[in-house]
């Protein structure tokens, strides 16, 4: 063993100085006091709801906070679901509106006669799972095509897309309404689809992760005679997976929760989706809050699921976001 190699294996390993041990533990704690909080305040809304929905009504409207239920009691999703019916599901006829004497679509009742509020959350959840696959599908594409292509009038269709995210939806909202209506669309769940696919943030969002992509990979994709759609399918596609999955999760919540477009475009109650549904039982019992708790923590549970479910894209895609910025 050279005398190198013995001074390298004497030498002790350098120790911080205790001060900067100690700046570095209180910067920690500091973190996660300052964490907790933030988790428990933003943790209280949704708890405040859960057990709001098992109280007795007592207890609800009882001056002094009630932050525990004495008494579970499951009166409050009884009136949710025993108040009205419709079928769990109904497929309208294409084009049927035109052979009506009413010009009312035609639809075919399929499933069983439910509760009000299941229909309203298979309304929902549809609208929602149908709008991020398709927003994903459309902004995977359109952002891999900004991004490496190379065409006439690129530049500038990007600009108009993000200008677009600065518009307000209130100002496009009557030119939509009336493609809908000429569409026959109105009063359908797809009303509310078609607008949220063409989301010019999840466009953004795809050219961004698309741009990390390496140029050789495609050429080389190229050159072995795969087709454009291969290309996308097998190179393009698991190298944006974390963008994809960010971005599902903000267009399953934004769908979920656009209540503006919801209640333009929906009227009848089978057509209703569990926000428009809480806003009319809030209406129709203005001081029953426990039928109102109740249907709301029905309504929380999908966006959870949804959001536990794509989790791991969803912090992976805003790291590398931050490292591309």
């Known amino acids: ?35 907790s909080i933030l988790a428990v305040l933003f943790a209280f809304p949704l708890y405040w709801i859960i057990t709001g929905s098992f109280k007795t ?16 009691v499951l009166t409050n999703y009884q009136k949710l679901f025993a108040g009205k019916s419709a079928p769990l599901w109904q497929l309208a006829v294409p084009f049927g509106s035109h052979f009506s004497a009413d010009g009312e679509p035609i639809y075919f009742l399929v499933g069983p006669t439910v509760p009000a509020a ?17 927003t994903c599908i459309t902004a995977a594409m359109a952002g891999y095509a900004l991004a490496k292509k190379r065409f006439v009038g690129r530049k500038l269709l990007f600009t108009l897309i993000v200008c677009a995210m600065a518009l307000p939806k209130q100002v496009i909202l ?8 000429s569409l026959n669309l109105y009063n359908t769940i797809w009303a509310v689809i078609f607008p949220i696919v063409g989301w010019p943030f999840g466009v953004f969002l ?29 190179i393009v596609l698991p190298m944006v997976k974390p963008g994809i ?20 475009m929906l009227s009848s109650t089978s057509n209703l989706t569990i926000s428009l549904g809480i806003a009319k039982l809030q209406a129709e019992n203005s001081t029953d809050f426990g039928l109102i708790m109740a249907g709301a923590a029905l309504a929380a549970v999908p966006i959870i699921i949804i959001f536990l479910i794509f989790q791991k894209y969803f912090t992976k895609g805003i790291a590398m976001g931050a490292v591309k910025g």
């Open 1 to 35: 063993m050279s005398a190198n190699a013995a001074a390298a294996k004497k030498q002790k390993p350098l120790k911080r100085h205790p001060s900067k041990l100690k700046k570095m533990s209180a910067y920690a704690i500091l973190a996660i006091i300052l964490i």
């Open 57 to 72: 009504g007592a207890a609800i409207n009882s001056t002094t906070p009630v932050w525990w239920p004495d008494k579970w």
């Open 118 to 134: 299941i229909r309203w959350m298979v309304n929902t959840v549809f609208m929602a799972v149908m709008s991020m696959i398709l």
């Open 174 to 181: 009557i030119p939509l309404l009336r493609e809908m209506s």
């Open 206 to 234: 795809m050219k961004q992760f698309s741009e990390g992509i390496p140029t050789e990979m495609l050429e080389a994709a190229r050159i072995d005679g795969a087709s454009e759609a291969r290309t996308f399918v097998k």
């Open 245 to 264: 999955g960010a971005l599902a999760i903000f267009t399953f919540i934004n769908s979920w929760n656009d209540y503006f477009m919801q209640l333009i």
